[in-house]
């Protein structure tokens, strides 16, 4: 869930037989100088009314302008803190839940060191072909998460009706997008941003769709996960089946896309204890091992397949790779490495769009392959590499020692 896509670029290795095609990493990866240039435009940091962190700092977001009907509100991950002033979740030397005092100095509890612009805007938020061939002139405003609280502090319908205003324009379709806990507070509080949506535009038809992205996690074998998600649920004013739940997921009544990795390495690593996940492969892992993960990995697809069969209006990309967030990145966003099936099945960008369109009627896409058989993308290397702009954000989240171990023990 703390998978900085802004602060990367990932480097996609892939391991193919002789009967394969090929593709070049080197040639994809150096943006191409067409006719919108090989930079994207950079995202504009804006305050958000009303809205505060966990240190009182105002809540902030970044906005593109651009020059189309659609809006893209991307509600961003982050997970949750716990009240306990010394205590920290820890994997090995990652911690991937904080103690709520501690989160109030990084960048996920203050928006103090937020940078004015960045160019960091990749995937879904990206402006330009090589990014985000569909929706590159799409209107967007990322929102920056920093309460703790599943978004429940910093974003009411107030908060949200201040951001639509500050975008200045009149859509014609408003994507609502998020990634983890981002994601889980469209499930549950999409009815009330719809009413503000409605009131805003009363005589504008301003179509509603949701993507949801890296929201699908089976935390019951975690007692300390449970135990912390139950005392920020409670923080939240809501309940345990409103988060990591399909029985939420069914209540939603508007067109929602759902984008998963059938290995999901937050999954994998962090809710079940594999020790053999390096969050790009499963090499490390025992026969032994790899069947228990079958066994997960099968039980939520199972679940998904169930979901869509009763959502006709609904979508699904989920791949057999090992990974988390993917609509967020340019690579797995917009590469022809990630495709269902592997090198023929489209793009995750081309498969969403058709689904918004509405141009087939199955948008259903997943593997029915495990890993690494969908080969192109079952080897990624994620390099580390850090965005100056928000370096002195980021280095504040994992005291650099953790850090360190973690970069050596995974190659990165």
């Known amino acids: 869930m703390f998978f900085f896509y802004f602060a990367s670029l990932i480097y996609l290795l892939i391991a193919q037989g002789e009967e394969e095609e090929s593709f070049d990493d080197n040639d994809f990866l150096r943006p191409p100088p067409d006719d919108e240039g090989s930079l994207a435009h950079p995202l504009h940091r804006t305050y958000l009314q009303d809205s505060y962190c966990m240190d009182g700092t105002q809540a902030a977001a970044y906005v593109f ?186 209540k939603v009544d508007i067109p929602t896309f759902i984008v998963h990795s059938q290995y999901d390495w937050w999954q994998l690593e962090i809710c079940d204890g594999f020790e053999c996940i390096g969050k790009i492969h499963l090499d490390k892992c025992t026969p032994k091992e790899k069947k228990q993960i079958e066994k997960i990995r099968l039980n939520i697809l199972q679940q998904l397949k169930d979901l869509m069969k009763s959502k006709p209006d609904w979508g699904l990309w989920a791949i057999s790779c090992v990974f988390n967030e993917l609509v967020i990145w340019t690579e797995s966003w917009n590469h022809p490495k990630f495709q269902i099936p592997m090198m023929k099945g489209g793009l995750l960008s081309d498969k969403f769009q058709d689904w918004l369109e509405n141009r087939v009627d199955n948008n259903v896409h997943y593997d029915i392959v495990s890993w690494p058989d969908n080969k192109p993308c079952s080897n990624i290397y994620h390099n580390g590499k850090i965005d100056p702009q928000l370096d002195e954000m980021m280095r504040n989240y994992e005291i650099k020692e953790s850090r360190r171990k973690r970069e050596e023990k995974y190659d990165l």
Not at 94 to 107: L, M, P, V
Not at 115 to 124: I, R, Y
Not at 205 to 220: A, K, N, P, T, Y
Request: glycine share 8%; proline share 2%; hydrophobic share 35%.
């Open 65 to 250: 302008e651009g020059s189309t009907d659609d809006l893209i509100m991307y509600f961003y991950s982050g997970g949750i803190c716990i009240e306990d002033s010394t205590k920290f979740l820890k994997y090995g030397d990652y911690a991937y839940i904080d103690n709520c005092t501690y989160r109030n100095t990084t960048f996920y509890g203050t928006s103090n060191g937020y940078p004015e612009e960045f160019n960091a805007n990749q995937g879904l938020m990206g402006n330009n072909k090589y990014q985000n061939v569909h929706l590159r002139k799409a209107h967007k405003m990322f929102l920056m998460y920093c309460d703790g609280n599943m978004w429940y502090q910093q974003m009411n319908p107030q908060v949200f009706k201040g951001s639509l205003l500050q975008m200045k324009l009149i859509p014609k379709r408003i994507i609502l997008a998020g990634s983890g806990v981002g994601g889980w507070y469209l499930v549950n509080k999409y009815n009330e941003l719809r009413t503000v949506i409605k009131d805003l535009y009363q005589e504008e038809e301003v179509e509603i769709r949701i993507l949801l992205d890296s929201v699908i996690f089976d935390i019951s074998r975690n007692k300390d996960i449970i135990d912390a998600y139950t005392e920020a649920t409670k923080r939240a004013g809501i309940t345990m089946n409103d988060i990591f739940s399909f029985d939420a997921l069914k």
